[in-house]
């Protein structure tokens, strides 16, 4: 039998532990040299292996490989691109089997959210239907934790880490300084459609923190959350408000939607903390102060938490078994089985039943007011945010690594795509 080598690619916005899940498919295939060759990696994603550039990561040391555990960022570089629909165009999609064709390529690994399950499975059934089937994996990853059929996606324990230690560290700050100066402050967390970041702010409350949520899930009534506010500011002397990018009004509109959409179609958000912080200040007068955690909450490697880094790197593993026990157009999952102790499994889910689905937050984990978490809901988020995993530090920084990202040669013409 032929020794296939295995194409990985890392798709859309990267998170803390993307590289992890890396970590994962690269040393589970190198155990497995009678199976699979090579693992060739896109040089920015899916549009590397359009363009022909593929990295090969036999020229990485295992202790270089071992590193992508605890760094931050995409190491193979990301991208968001929507490959066009094959029924109409089939272009990118004949590319891409040439590419694969001629690098003997016989598995592929995306490593992305919804829209790169959908990628992965048209690549999964194009691929038979041209007669050179590939064995198509999606490994899970997102911030939004808003994949069907996982009970959590790699990615977002950190930032659900990062978004609760952050509101608390700021509400501290506020809360020392209501009486004389700053009585609201206001970060803005992504989540377009799906508030799963934001509930991460609702764990402050352990704290007695004062806590308003903007969830996309619940619309906007000005006037009603302003009396919360105002209720807080009465009460504590202060109050903090954690808004999702994607807070949007009863008749659909995001607060803060610039008019502008992505590759994908999606609205470009952003701004939805100012928009709130000035509609207090117009409404009372009080003093605020607001953030945009963007980039930040979801590169924030040195407060990842453990069980996400964890269950990214079984992820990736797990995606190179299922590979090779010959599963096609699937996804391995996260099975909850236990809050407390907390406990886990891998499973499986159909890509056709991933795609193009979202998850969002349950009305069982929303207050009846709309602006906080219920119980439930902190035993389904304490436990992934649970553990310290610290990279190596010299000198007071980080040592993360920056591999090579040699490329192969290439074997065939340029691609007279629109990449």
């Known amino acids: 039998m032929t020794v296939k080598n295995a194409f990985y690619a890392q798709s859309g916005g990267v998170t803390a532990v993307i590289n992890a899940s890396a970590c994962g498919v690269i040393e589970a295939a190198r155990k497995y040299p009678d199976r699979i060759g090579n693992v060739l990696v896109g040089k920015n994603g899916i549009v590397g292996a359009l363009n022909e550039e593929l990295i090969d990561t036999r020229r990485e040391t295992k202790e270089d490989i071992a590193a ?6 995409g190491a193979f570089g990301s991208c968001r691109y929507k490959l066009s629909d094959p029924e109409k165009d089939k272009r990118e999609f004949e590319r891409l089997l040439d ?3 001629a690098h003997n390529i016989g598995y592929f690994f995306y490593n992305g959210g919804g ?4 990628t992965c499975y048209k690549i999964s059934r194009f691929s038979s239907m041209m007669g050179y089937p590939i064995q198509a994996i999606h490994v899970p990853k997102t911030i939004d934790n808003d994949l069907a059929l996982t009970d959590c996606c790699p990615g977002f324990g950190s930032v659900a880490k990062y978004v609760a230690v952050s509101t608390i560290e700021t509400s501290f700050d506020v809360r020392s300084m209501c009486r004389t100066s700053t009585r609201i402050f206001v970060f803005e967390v992504m989540g377009r459609h799906a508030g799963w970041i934001a509930a991460a702010g609702g764990l402050a409350g352990e704290y007695g923190i004062p806590v308003v949520i903007l969830f996309p899930e619940i619309p906007f009534e000005k006037e009603r959350f302003l009396a919360r ?9 202060y109050c ?3 808004v999702s990018e994607g807070c949007r009004y009863p008749d659909g509109k995001f607060i803060a939607d610039q008019g502008a959409r992505d590759v994908f179609g999606h609205a470009h958000l952003g701004g939805a903390a100012l928009v709130v912080a000035r509609m207090i ?5 009080y003093s605020f102060h607001w953030a945009v955690a963007n980039y930040l909450q979801r590169s924030a490697r040195h407060v990842a938490s453990a069980i996400d880094v964890e269950q990214a790197y079984e992820l990736g593993v797990a995606a190179v078994e299922l590979a090779l026990n010959g599963c096609n157009s699937v996804m391995p999952t996260i099975v909850r089985l236990s809050d407390e102790p907390y406990r886990y499994k891998i499973g499986m889910a159909d890509l056709k039943d991933v795609a193009n689905v979202e998850k ?3 009305e069982s984990f929303i207050s009846d007011d709309g602006y906080g978490i219920t119980d ?3 035993k389904y988020l304490l436990p992934l945010i649970q553990g310290e995993n610290y990279p190596p530090y010299r000198r007071g920084l980080p040592e993360y690594i920056t591999l090579q990202n040699r490329l192969i040669p290439r074997k065939l013409k340029s691609f007279n795509g629109k990449v």
């Open 68 to 73: 992508l555990r605890y760094t931050p960022g």
């Open 99 to 101: 590419v694969f064709r």
């Open 115 to 118: 829209d790169s399950a959908d």
């Open 229 to 237: 506010v105002e209720e807080n500011v009465a009460e504590f002397g």
């Open 240 to 242: 903090s408000v954690v």
């Open 281 to 285: 200040h117009e409404k009372f007068g």
């Open 360 to 362: 969002f937050m349950p």
């Open 376 to 378: 439930e809901c902190r």
